[in-house]
Nanobody
Framework: QVQLVESGGGLVQAGGSLRLSCAAS????????VAWFRQAPGKEREFVAG????????YYADSVKGRFTISRDNAKNTVYLRMNSLKPEETAVYYC????????????????WGQGTQVTVSS
């Protein structure tokens, strides 16, 4: 069983950048698909970006393409989400999640979740 711990959230001005980290413990990410989701108050949890560890396949939500970058560090067993040009409406709790492949966008498909990290984008 894999445990996930997110970090890197915080307060940033609109147009700014943050990098989130998702570290795995208990097991490596090898053999998993890892995704970032976010949930704003009163809204459903939504897919942001994901990566399949074994082959590096990456998929982004249309809303973040060109601004967000998901990456991995095999040695550190960590997945990152670099977020540029942040918008106030992207204020949310950001979650890391993992599942056995394939990489899917529905949050109900993921069985492993981190505790979340708050990202607040001020206008």
């Amino acid at each position: 069983q894999v445990q996930l711990v997110e970090s890197g959230g915080g307060l940033v001005q609109a147009g700014g950048s943050l990098r989130l980290s998702c570290a795995a413990s208990g097991r490596t990410f090898s053999g998993y698909a890892v995704a970032w989701f976010r949930q704003a108050p009163g809204k459903e949890r939504e897919f942001v970006a994901g990566i399949r560890w074994s082959n590096g396949y990456i998929y982004y939500a249309d809303s973040v393409k060109g601004r967000f970058t998901i990456s991995r560090d095999n040695a550190k067993n960590t997945v990152y989400l670099r977020m540029n040009s942040l918008k106030p409406e992207e204020t949310a709790v950001y979650y890391c999640a993992a599942k056995i492949p394939p990489l899917l966008t529905g949050p109900d498909k993921y069985g492993y979740w981190g505790q979340g990290t708050q990202v607040t984008v001020s206008s």
